[in-house]
């Protein structure tokens, strides 16, 4: 071999090199083992630079966060919850933005890219199969501590190298039954959040998870609304938020009176980042105004077509609502691989 051929050989060999040893380690992980925090809340996984989670997922993702290019302070977002099985008493949130440059020094997606990233992230990969609420999904990502939670997510870069997967394990197995809570087991006398490191008990324990609280008031109706925050409070005058998804129930339907139960995520976004052990809250993705419980069966009675309000009556109520809402589209579900 003459020397500009060794030259030419070891040159050749570089970007291989270099792309081998750039190669992000990643491992199987319990929701219980990535949720891990130190004494302040913040937390403490970093064995690897990517993890495989497991679980149900807890929620659709247009009814939590609006998925519309250009909405908002991130742009259009998505997120859902994944609860863990079995002993893995925990959850992780996986998001998604568009406007990434307006916290990290990384470029934004433009609405075609968002559009292109959700209708990716909405469909398993191998069959098409669109996800929902109560399918058992896998997800392999990097993932970013904030505010309480260490969510997987794209650490704000849009370069695909930073990409997540959502691939299906199981579709339809139902979504969890909630864990009954009541707000003693989160709030202490003095109606603090209950916070404990070892995650055992307290806020912690069900963070990213579904609970229901049973018997409880809203004490401030006037503030029922979509992506909106409400209060409840228990017998004892325990209190605790309870932040509206942006399910369209929450504009169909009055806030529900009298006692009720909840059924929600429970969920952390503390006021501090570097002390998270505050900003506890329950969210409700949509409510299907049952009156009694607020939580969206999914069960709607009537089965009539053109019912669009559901009141069991095809009017010209459902085709004034028809007609504001002609044309729309959701994005990340319709106009993908046209
Ligand atoms: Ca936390
Ligand atoms: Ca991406
Ligand atoms: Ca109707």
Redesign the pocket.
């Known amino acids: 071999m003459n020397r500009i051929m060794v030259l030419t050989t070891v040159l050749l060999l570089i970007p291989a090199v270099v792309a081998r040893s750039d190669e992000p380690t990643v491992a199987e992980v319990t929701h219980w083992q990535l949720q891990a925090v130190d004494a302040d809340g913040v937390g403490t996984y970093d064995a690897t630079d990517k993890v495989i989670i497991t679980g149900i997922v807890l929620n659709n993702p247009e009814e939590m966060l609006n998925p519309t290019p250009g909405t908002g302070f991130m742009g259009g977002e998505w997120q859902i919850y994944i609860q863990g099985e079995g002993g893995d008493h925990a959850g992780t949130a996986v998001w998604l933005g568009q406007y990434y440059s307006k916290v990290t020094s990384s470029d934004d997606y433009t609405d075609e890219e968002l559009l292109g990233e959700l209708c990716r992230i909405n469909r398993d990969p191998n069959t098409d199969y669109i996800f929902a609420a109560g399918d058992r999904v896998k997800v392999t990502g990097w993932y970013k501590f904030y505010k309480g939670k260490t969510n997987v997510n794209e650490k704000h870069e849009v370069d695909p190298y930073f990409d997540f997967e959502v691939e299906l394990i199981k579709p339809v197995v139902g979504i969890p039954q909630p864990e009954i809570i009541t707000l003693d087991q989160v709030k202490d006398i003095d109606d603090n959040y209950i916070f404990d490191a070892s995650r055992l008990t307290g806020c912690e324990y069900y963070q990213a998870r579904l609970v229901r609280i049973d018997d409880v008031n809203i004490i401030d109706p006037e503030n029922w609304g979509p992506d909106n925050t409400v209060t409840i409070t228990d017998a004892n005058g325990l209190t605790f938020p309870v932040k509206l998804g942006i399910g369209d129930g929450f504009t169909r339907f009055d806030c529900p009176a009298g006692q009720i139960d909840v059924i929600a995520i429970f969920d952390q976004e503390s006021s501090g980042y570097m002390v998270c052990k505050d900003g506890y809250r329950l969210w409700v993705p949509d409510y299907d105004g049952n009156g009694l419980v607020l939580t969206d069966r999914g069960h709607e009675r009537g089965n009539l077509p053109g019912?669009?309000?559901?009141?069991y009556?095809?009017?010209f109520?459902?085709f004034a609502e028809l007609a504001e809402n002609w044309l729309q589209q959701r994005a990340g579900l319709s106009g993908c691989y046209e």
């Open positions: 019912d669009i309000n559901t009141d009556q095809v009017d109520l459902d």
